[in-house]
């Protein structure tokens, strides 16, 4: 047990598991040996795959590793909505798998790079600039890309780091690469 009260997890518990929460859920708690309810000891990160995003986590492990804090990689997934028609979608569809598959090279990936970081990947059913605010609540940091896949070029931030920027329970940083333009 270290001295904040968070015992150490097997990162393949939370890393590899295929079961998907809800932004609402208690996912936080999970990680926690006593009735706390809230531990900001971690660097939370969101990824959803872009470029950006990866130079985000980079960032953010590097400064996980620094702080001596864990490192939380959040990716968030929702079904595609309509207005309208029904979009059909292959009897495969899984989404929450999908994201899964995403994140599992970089948490291996960060492993090897990073072998005393303690990293953590949670695939949650939600919006994505929800369940990073939710995350920031259990957070000691909050780090954004500042643009993902949603982004039109030219913009300097995105529509989610610019929610988690102006709801977030902790300090952010909206991580811009040098050769974002």
Do not use: K
């Amino acid at each position: 047990m270290t001295p904040s009260g968070h015992s150490p997890v097997v990162p393949g518990r939370y890393a590899r598991s295929r079961s998907s929460r809800a932004a609402g859920d208690a996912v936080w708690r999970d990680t926690l040996t006593d009735a706390q309810d809230h531990v900001a000891d971690a660097v939370v990160v969101g990824f959803d795959g872009s470029e950006a995003a990866t130079a985000a986590v980079d960032w953010a492990a590097a400064q996980a590793e620094r702080s001596g804090e864990r490192l939380e990689l959040v990716s968030a997934w929702e079904y595609p909505t309509s207005w309208g028609n029904v979009i059909p979608l292959p009897s495969d569809f899984d989404p929450a798998a999908d994201a899964q598959a995403m994140l599992d090279p970089v948490v291996d990936r960060l492993a090897a790079e990073h072998p005393g970081l303690r990293v953590h990947a949670h695939v949650i059913e939600g919006r994505p600039a929800e369940v990073l605010v939710e995350a920031s609540h259990h957070a000691a940091l909050l780090v954004v890309a500042s643009r993902g896949h949603g982004s039109f070029s030219g913009l300097l931030l995105g529509s989610v780091s610019l929610h988690c920027v102006t709801h977030a329970a902790c300090p952010v940083v909206v991580y811009r690469r040098p050769t974002d333009d």
